[in-house]
């Protein structure tokens, strides 16, 4: 009984703490990376640090994908406003002793912007920028209570020109390494077996992330005559929690995260997922005040492969337009 306290106590502290973090403002490096871009947690308002059940674990708490059984490969696209877009490629793959391996890039891009002067004259070519994020990620489960997960990211971002005379200014690339973290606490298996089933919530899980740990981009100088000095661009660590549950008989399923960006103000992510006959699941939430949405559909085939295919809407945010996020998974 004691050790569970103990289990229990790290659990919600680490939770609780997030709750009394500063909060400032600022811009910083990758900030794309709090926009969701697989489409289940995206429909529930990126509340999925205490979910985090399946492929899409990567990208949220790392420590969530051990108890993935089956080998899993997945795809999602986001088209947002302004001609920007988010993809995914990621392939699970289940390992021994209750662990899982995954490999995954995922792309961040804008389309091509015209090039102008200081009079606002077309200078007849245009620019475009990208992200690239290539990652391995590793979990296991050290006991039925407590998951732990790491996630090793390499970035590379730069942009691109078509014209000759702009090229050593917008044709520059940096590269970065940077490490996630993750922790994810079964808290009904510190009970009685078969205690938690006649209860109103079941299945309940606390999990803890630290993103960002070491990242950051610096500038080569040498390549931009005008620069005196390289600039480093350092990614804020991000700071997660979440608590999730299921009721009514384990068909709804409800999470909560806090996410805290170092330099920027805390804010909350809510979610929630109905399913329905074990084949269609809605879901809905609000990811930092932003309404989000969607749905998903999934049948077996063979023996044990299962093909998934999951929609989500996120509303505008400061007129920027609606986001619509199509994913795709095959387990087998």
């Not at 490096?29 to 995206?42: Q, W």
């Not at 009970?191 to 993103?211: A, L, R």
């Not at 990811?287 to 044990?304: E, H, I, M, P, S």
Request: aromatic content about 12%; some cysteine; charged content about 15%.
């Amino acid at each position: 009984m004691k050790k569970n306290l103990i289990y229990i106590n790290l659990a919600l502290l680490c939770f609780a703490s997030l709750a009394f973090a500063d909060s400032e403002t600022g811009g910083y490096a990758g900030a794309h990376l709090k926009i969701p871009v697989e489409a289940r947690p995206a429909a529930m308002g990126g509340a999925y640090i205490a979910i985090a059940d399946d492929i899409a674990g990567q990208l949220y708490n790392p420590a969530g994908i051990s108890g993935v059984r089956q080998k899993v490969f997945a795809s999602s696209y986001r088209a947002m406003g302004l001609d920007r877009s988010i993809g995914f490629v990621s392939f699970l793959l289940p390992t021994k002793k209750e662990s899982a391996l995954g490999l995954s890039w995922q792309f961040v891009g804008s389309g091509s912007v015209e090039v102008r002067n200081t009079s606002g004259v077309n200078m007849g070519t245009s620019i475009s920028s990208n992200e690239h994020i290539f990652a391995l990620t590793f979990a296991k489960q050290f006991s039925p209570i407590i998951s732990l997960g790491t996630k090793l990211n390499y970035y590379i971002k730069g942009g691109s020109t078509a014209a000759d005379e702009y090229r050593s200014l917008y044709d520059i690339n940096a590269t970065s390494i940077g490490i996630n973290l993750g922790a994810l606490f079964c808290i009904d298996s510190l009970f009685e077996y078969g205690s938690m089933e006649e209860q109103i919530i079941n299945d309940i899980k606390v999990g803890v992330t630290f993103n960002n740990l070491a990242a950051r981009y610096i500038w080569g100088a040498s390549e931009v005559s005008s620069l005196v000095a390289a600039p480093e661009d350092k990614f804020p660590v991000v700071y997660g929690g979440g608590l999730s549950f299921k009721t009514f008989q384990r068909k709804l399923l409800m999470a909560v995260d806090l996410v805290k960006v170092e330099k920027c103000s805390i804010f909350a992510r809510l979610g929630g997922e109905f399913n329905y006959n074990d084949q269609f699941a809605l879901r809905a939430g609000l990811n930092d005040g932003v309404l989000t949405a969607g749905l998903g559909y999934q049948f077996k085939f063979g023996a044990r492969n299962i093909l998934i295919f999951n929609y989500a809407f996120s509303n505008e945010r400061i007129g920027e337009g609606n986001d619509h996020l199509f994913g795709f998974q095959i387990k087998f």
